[in-house]
């Protein structure tokens, strides 16, 4: 079993920056990767950004790219996703998650465990 915390998040205006954090508890070996995830009201989950555990590669859905950045504080086994330059559409509850099969992964239903939430609101 992996928990998941997530903080952060709140209301900004367009063009402002803010920041989630996730850390995982629990069995934190079997971790694979680490991926975020957002859905707006009436959308389907959509991947956001993940980092692979072991060897800290990151990746980037086309829609955040150069505008989001995750990163790993190993001393604290928290990840990060600083967001900058935020946009209306941006708006969502995002979630982390682990998957603790090998590979990575953009399909949600592929991920084990699941933070609650934090909700991102941008005002244009």
């Known amino acids: 079993q992996v928990q998941l915390v997530e903080s952060g998040g709140g209301t900004v205006q367009a063009g402002d920056s803010l920041s989630l954090s996730c850390g995982p508890s629990g069995r934190t070996d079997s971790v694979w990767t680490l991926g975020w995830f957002r859905q707006a009201p009436g959308k389907e989950r959509e991947y956001v950004s993940a980092?692979?555990?072991?060897?800290?590669?990151?990746l980037y859905a086309d829609s955040v790219e150069g505008r989001f950045t995750i990163s790993r504080d190993n001393g604290e086994n928290t990840v990060h996703l600083q967001m900058a330059s935020l946009k209306p559409e941006d708006t969502a509850v995002y979630y982390c998650a682990v998957r603790t099969s090998p590979g990575t992964s953009v399909y949600p239903g592929l991920y084990d465990y699941w933070g609650q939430g934090a909700q991102v609101t941008v005002l244009s």
């Open positions: 980092i692979k555990w072991k060897s800290g590669t990151t």
